[in-house]
């Protein structure tokens, strides 16, 4: 038995991966680290969303590959499967008869708001129906395992909120107590900035990939965007996307680099380089690790296959109190 399986009564929290492309710096700084830490205080849930991901996902083999990809990430990372479940969404169909159940309960207008879906109807596109009803899937993720909280950013409150709702209008409907209702656990996830000094993301092409080898990572950190002031003059750290970024690899020396950028004599050039340094020392294990684990796909599948097991036992206890308390038994 596992360290996991020990842990009640602690509260549970639930993460959602979505494996759409292959992660970089900001994924790990803004999502993969703060996530990971949560395990000390909570009995937690990793999940591939794999299901969500066919959404843009349109190749069967790149989304084989990203499910992978991301497993051997988190786990590089240290992500301890004996300490957590992960696993894939789509290994969990139970998933699914939850949603049609809350599908039942949930008006059309509570879906029409959703950011998605919202935003790709402004641009003028014809949003598909797994688009439509994202919302309703991510609510079915998140009630099936008896979640008490779920990390979630500022910008993400109204996903957990329409969870909140169509969980509380089944337990007013068919019974308090039938589902539990998360509460959102507001994440303090940094901005992570790019090599454009935008936010760092996939479709901006500004990202660090996480796992670069040592000479393209460095050609990629040398070739981030700076000010061209002098070497011998004083610049400003606040604000500066080698700064920031090297704040966040590496705090406990970040009040230096600040003191040598501001003094002068010390040009982008040398930040660069010392923001390459840490962000290897930082990464350099993590990436041997993920070779080695991605290299293993049998040993990886085998992570994933024991955790949906134990992911499933949770979904059938939740789906025997749902169906009981609708009349399906």
Same mark, same amino acid.
């Given at each position: ?16 991966? $979505?494996?759409?492309?292959? &992660? ?17 205080? %909570? !009995?937690?849930?990793?999940?591939? @969303? ?11 083999? @790149? +989304? ?12 590089? *990372?240290?992500?301890? &499967?004996?300490?957590?479940?992960? /696993? #894939? ?8 008869? +939850?949603?049609?159940?809350?599908? *039942? +309960? ?11 879906? $919202? ?11 797994? +688009?439509?009803?994202? &919302?309703?899937?991510?609510? @079915?993720?998140?009630?099936? %395992? ?66 670069? &080898?040592? $000479?393209?990572? !460095? ?26 970024? /090297? ?10 680099? $600040? ?11 040398? @930040? ?14 993590? #990436? ?5 684990? !991605? ?27 749902? #169906? ?6």
């Amino acid at each position: 038995m596992s360290t996991w399986d020990n842990l009640r009564p602690v509260k549970t929290s639930l993460t959602g991966i $979505k494996p759409t492309h292959l &992660p970089h710096l900001g994924n790990y700084l803004g999502a993969i680290r703060p996530a990971l830490t949560l395990v000390e205080e %909570y !009995r937690t849930l990793y999940f591939i @969303a794999d299901y969500h991901a066919l959404t843009s996902v349109r190749e069967a083999p @790149a +989304l084989r590959g990203y499910i992978r990809d991301v497993a051997a990430t988190w786990l590089a *990372c240290g992500l301890d &499967p004996d300490r957590t479940l992960l /696993y #894939r969404q789509s290994d969990v169909p139970q998933v699914f008869e +939850l949603s049609w159940v809350l599908s *039942c +309960l949930l008006a059309t207008g509570q879906l029409e708001r959703g950011h998605a879906y $919202k935003d790709a109807v402004a641009r003028g596109e014809s949003p598909s129906a797994g +688009l439509f009803n994202y &919302p309703l899937l991510m609510a @079915a993720d998140i009630l099936l %395992y008896d979640t008490d909280v779920v990390p979630v950013g500022k910008d993400q409150k109204q996903h957990l909120e329409l969870t909140r709702d169509v969980a509380q209008r089944l337990n007013h409907v068919y019974g308090e107590g039938t589902l539990v209702v998360p509460e959102a656990l507001i994440s303090e996830a940094p901005l992570v900035p790019g090599t454009d000094g935008e936010k760092m993301s996939k479709s901006r092409g500004n990202g660090i990939p996480l796992f670069a &080898p040592p $000479k393209k990572l !460095r050609k990629v950190i040398m070739g981030i965007k700076t000010t061209s002031e002098a070497l011998e003059a004083p610049k400003t750290a606040e604000g500066s996307t080698v700064y920031e970024l /090297y704040a966040l690899v590496a705090p406990d020396s970040a009040a230096e680099m $600040k003191r040598q950028l501001e003094a002068g004599g010390y040009g982008w050039g040398h @930040a660069k380089q010392d923001l390459y340094e840490a962000v290897e020392a930082e990464l350099g294990p993590k #990436r041997d690790a993920y070779l080695e684990i !991605r290299a293993d796909e049998p040993r990886l599948d085998a992570i994933l296959h024991a955790g949906a097991g134990r992911a499933r036992a949770i979904a059938d206890r939740t789906m025997a109190r749902v #169906r009981q308390a609708v009349g399906i038994e």
